[in-house]
């Protein structure tokens, strides 16, 4: 097929425009969907993760395959933040060696969870394993939050977690809320609640 001289010319400009930005923005964060499998059934959630294992995890071999020659050449580790999601990720068992990896070639990395399984031996591990931000789901007081969350001890759960993670000096932490027309007219006293 014989492309034309305008549409050499588009094609051309279209190269050259994307490789500026590729090189005027460069990249900072990585998401890593790690997991479709989750510990709770979230009214809010898009995605389709379930408990069971419906879906295989990625294998890390092959994420790492991705980060080594797709990622690595083209950046400095040390400025890409490798932020690990899921569904749950702390559903999945190699989590920590998920993490060392990563740290090994340079990344820091974090976690966004529901604090359902975080617990002191599993956030110790994590440490261990070079985690240096975490950000826990909390959307709303308790009958805000397990309405949506849909377990009725999600809200205690997430609240022991977040008060473990902010006694940790060496993390970066936050907390995120969809915020529902339940948990509007309670924002600022849900916001002292946090602070």
């Not at 898009?46 to 980060?67: H, R, W």
Request: a negative charge; charged letters at 25%.
């Amino acid at each position: 097929m014989k492309i034309g001289f305008r549409k050499r010319l588009a094609l051309n400009l279209f190269a050259k425009y994307g490789r500026l930005e590729v090189r005027d923005h460069e990249l900072r964060q990585l998401f890593w969907e790690s997991t479709l499998r989750c510990c709770l059934n979230c009214r809010h959630c898009g995605s389709d993760c379930t408990a069971q294992e419906t879906a295989p995890d990625m294998p890390l071999d092959d994420f790492l395959k991705v980060v080594d020659t797709q990622i690595t050449p083209h950046v400095d580790p040390h400025r890409v933040m490798v932020i690990i999601s899921g569904g749950e990720p702390l559903m999945r068992p190699d989590l920590e060696t998920c993490g060392i990896e990563l740290y090994k070639r340079g990344y820091p990395w974090g976690l966004v969870t529901n604090g359902m399984l975080l617990n002191r031996e599993r956030f110790d591990g994590l440490l261990r394993a070079g985690l240096h931000s975490i950000s826990v789901s909390l959307d709303g007081f308790e009958s805000e939050h397990n309405a949506l969350r849909g377990h009725p001890d999600s809200f205690r759960r997430a609240v022991e977690a977040i008060r473990m993670i902010v006694n940790e000096p060496s993390i970066i932490y936050d907390i995120i809320t969809c915020i529902t027309p339940a948990l509007f007219p309670k924002l600022l006293e849900f916001k002292e609640f946090l602070l």
